[in-house]
């Protein structure tokens, strides 16, 4: 009982680091949480030492966090990414002119299927999307069945993307990060590998290839970090590779999902220290949050103290 | 299928309302519905004909949100309050000098109450505010009897309350606020008039009579709008007065509750259109948040933009 | 690391206990929280010198629990009961006659507020309910007015409802059930009251002298049981009361929220040791599921097993 | 308005089939949706025509589910199954005679890795299983390589396990039910797999030829339903192969996450249809509930009526 809960206080045109400060003061509950999360990133950014893994799951390319998800990969705060098909789907939809678009939840879905429009929660995006991306995996698709794994594969795709869009795949590509995805055939993506494979030779990742680095990236680390953006696959299987360092010096976790039904997604960072994922005396923050809000209050914090 | 989601873009010392800015871009998921709010609560705040009616549910005050809701009231963006007996609780213990602690929830229960030391989920506070308390109802029972609702009752205290520390209970003195606490009894304050009531002559507020206060309010203004922070008999209370009103115009909810377990703290706002609380031309958000990150986010973003 | 986990087994035609048996085999996550809570309910409602507090809030009875809720009250596994004034006005809507409906929640609210049909969730009620119940009030007005507290209030609506229908107020009128509505004046019911008293002569409860009774009879208890149904003011209501009690020893909590945000709702009841609420050595669990499931499972099995 | 809420009426040693009978005339909030989940099911079940995929995540085996997995396989009322890593590594530690044990959520997980147990929530699972994992995976490894899809390494584990020993890998094995596991590489069996591949020629699965399987599979049925327990990839993974079927028929989902995050576990069945996975006509429910509580229920009630 050392530390007084100090109560947020407003100031006009605040900057949002100011803002997380004063969560900062408030330090209990979700707040606390939130200034907890932004102290540790910066911890993780600024560590020379620290290989950054971040896993993610979700919507976030429909939901409005592609640039964020960029920003992150081109300043180097990710050593190793870790997702989706289905954000990789998403982001490349993107990638060759498609966009995602404002919808409504409350709507008759047999409207939107007559009208060739999918619906991810209160985000829309159109049908012809798939035929943008076959016509792509149809011209590149001898160039791109040379990769042996995931990550080729995805680099490959990455350089093969136009330049005039924002994009993940190519952010990755450029900047030498590597970017797994576990579960591939578990998306869009993986549906045109499947088409294509059909009229052409078939292509063939090695999935324990994928493994085989992930893991050597983190047992060779000095230090590492992990950022968990939903749970999942992305999260699940940083967390296995974690057992190959020397454990996780830092974690943060922004997700919904809560530890009392048991499954990965939602379990406690300190969960982990059982296993040997997170270290003992390792920071780590649950934030308990819908990542659109909270993670551009965090990465925005972030940016303004470095 | 007009507007496109756009990414939500993330500038060096950005204020928050700039950030609330690229939120509405994006206009989806839990990021749409927190930029939605501040264009309601904008909305509200500048309608000189609109009646804003405040609800709050939760331990805002050892959340170290006391100073938002004071500033609130403050400014008059809040014309009525309707609250917990726990928050007046917490609001007059700080009011006379005590102050909530940062602690810890994976602790040991059992020794925190030898040590008299009661918990909020990670906020505690000393038990001994409870002797202050009463130290402050004996001083001024006398004085305090002479109310006859909870709303006079309540005024009084706040204007018995020292000046030298920020107060909810002082502010709406201060500032005329009307001020609605239907479950008084249930709370430290109740127990505090029920201690004082065993020895002196008792204290009878005509919970009645409070009623018809709100009823009047809401009955005699142009336009009303709501705000909810949490559920509980505050929102209810507030919402069955806007039976008696045109209906709300305007509808903000801060809660982690949800709506399909049938309970008014996770009812949809949508759902008071069936019962006539709520407009069915009104503008409404639902923002499915922990209120200690929504609110100062809100907040902070409403107040760079007045 | 004693206790093995052993699987669940599904037998045609088992009984509801023997499911939860098979539930207390396993032992972990919600289903060993549902056979947790069917033993303590057994040990209190077996132990005869615990007084069981029931505190019950959100849409049970438009949710179909009526009856339920009825039935512990008729076998005397509740002492006490504190509830919500929603929950009165659903029961006494039924008393008098009126109807739940199923309904559904994806629709049209302003359609049914043409129709006069008022939305909770997927159940709906006639608006005409406040017809019959101001019918009620009127005839009644003059006895009910002899009322001092909610208490008495509430068993002589009881004493007054007819007979023909299944009532939670009448059950406890007749089983002399102490019942308790801390905001009763956030209700159907108190506008019902308010109502009357813009008419005749008002009518005054003193709700300190309903807190002076059932803190009596926590202080008055050997040992004391708590049931939470849901949280809000009923639970936070007897909370308060256990701390004048040697504190309980048996807790049961069913609800959707979850302790992170801090409110009192989602409180983990071992939070409550820390107050004095909750014994040390109590048995204590909290069961996070919709309780229009964990209920009947948790009562049917108990009735199996008493 | 036309179906009452008929309350839930308790009897002395009901059946569970009687106890969600009672659900199904209440019909609303959770209680509806359990009812409905099973009528969903036993139409799925008694339909000669339909294929049914079971979609599975979440720690179901540490949690005491294994059994009810592996009836609804030897019954045949599943006939494709999708899972995660984790599921069949927690079984297949099992299948070789470990065990998982009650363990504690509030615990210090740092002494719990010095005695070499993990945490699964409150299950514990000792760290020898790997040790005897990697002894069936040494001495099997020659024949399992020769595997050359998910499908058939799993069917090839499943025969090669013990028979003494319930089992989900062996039942699928021996009832012939295709099994996928798109994420197989993050797990202990794909850490297995990959330590294995480090000392002898390496295992290489196509997962593209698993993607055909399954898409054949649903192509080819004449109905489809789905079931999904827990999100994640399993449900997704199904959810695209029924974008090649006629679109399902039936659909129940149980789960604790919900839509309004944008995420593809939380989504309601009902967004299916807009992406042609779920047919306008069909029936569906979306249970949101811990499965260790729903499952037995749903369960116990459709074996009881078939």
Known sequence: MKTIVKHISINKGMTVNELVNQMSNSGVFGAGRISKAVDIFESMAKDKNCMVFLGQA???VPGGMKNILIDMLKNKYIDVFVTTG???????????????????????????????????YDSFMPNEVYIGMENFFKEHFDELSKAKTTKEFLWLVGKLLP???????????????PIFCPALSDS??????????????????????????????SWSSKKTGVIYIGGG??????????????????????????PFFGGSSG?????????????????YANVICDATIA?????AALKERI
Chains 1, 2, 3, 4 share one sequence.
């Open 58 to 60: 979700g919507a976030m």
């Open 86 to 120: 289905a954000t990789l789907t998403h982001d490349m939809a993107e990638s060759i002119g498609y966009k995602h678009f404002r919808g409504l939840s409350d709507i008759d879905d047999s409207k939107l299927n007559k009208k060739k429009i999918v619906r991810i």
């Open 163 to 177: 330049n005039n869009q924002s994009s993940i795949l190519k952010t990755a590509y450029q900047n030498k990060i």
């Open 188 to 217: 869009g993506i993986g549906l045109m590998i499947w088409g294509q494979s059909l009229r052409k030779k078939g292509l063939n990742l090695n999935i324990f290839d994928d493994l085989n680095e992930i893991i050597n990236l």
């Open 233 to 258: 696959v992305p999260k699940n299987y940083i967390q296995q590779a974690m057992q190959f360092s020397k454990s996780a010096d830092y974690a943060i976790q922004i997700s919904t999902d809560i």
């Open 267 to 283: 379990a406690d960072l300190r969960e982990g220290i059982s296993w040997g994922k997170l270290n003992k005396n390792a920071e």
């Open 295 to 299: 993670l551009p209050l965090i990465y």
